[in-house]
């Protein structure tokens, strides 16, 4: 677990099931279709019932790199920001631009709407198969250097599910605001 300051944004991380986050928005481990999934896009839709798919039907799929909003529904978060990040292995010199497009364009929505705090999964780090270290580095990196240039978010949190993970992005969360943030 790891809390730092930057630029007046909160960004930490815990450990825990990212679909019982209270938060403005959890950001959801999608694939292009929408459509619902397993892991973190599994726990999403089930915590969110079946108006989310509904809703998700109408939005017609997503490009990988981009994300795009719903309501959270039965979720305790007020939204969901559903993103697609890329398959590792299919991706080659793409895949951290790639990654890094996942947590700008889900943040960029986040403040679009006026939103506060917004959770992400360890995107790609499942089915996707994005080696848990270097995902860490490249999703540490965009989040310190958003929130360096946009003020607004007051928390941007990520919900690791398990410790070999906690321990990646708590870490590089921690070398990546050595530059621009301070530990409280
Ligand atoms: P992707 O298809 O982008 O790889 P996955 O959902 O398969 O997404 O996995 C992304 C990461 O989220 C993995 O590290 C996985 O262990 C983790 N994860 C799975 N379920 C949850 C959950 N309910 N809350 C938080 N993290 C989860």
Known sequence: MSSVMVNGTRVETVRGDISCEQVDAVVNAANRALLGGGGVDGAIHRGAGPELLAECKALNGCDTGDAKMTRGYGLPAKHIIHTVGPVYSESGPN???????????SMEIAIEHGLKSVAFPAISCGVYGYPVDEAAHVAANT?????????GLELVRFVLFNDEALRAFSAQ???????GGHTP
């Open 95 to 105: 895949a951290a631009r790639r990654l890094a497009s996942c947590h700008r364009r």
């Open 143 to 151: 989040v310190v250097e958003f929130v360096t240039e946009h003020p």
């Open 173 to 179: 969360i921690e070398r990546a605001a050595g530059a």
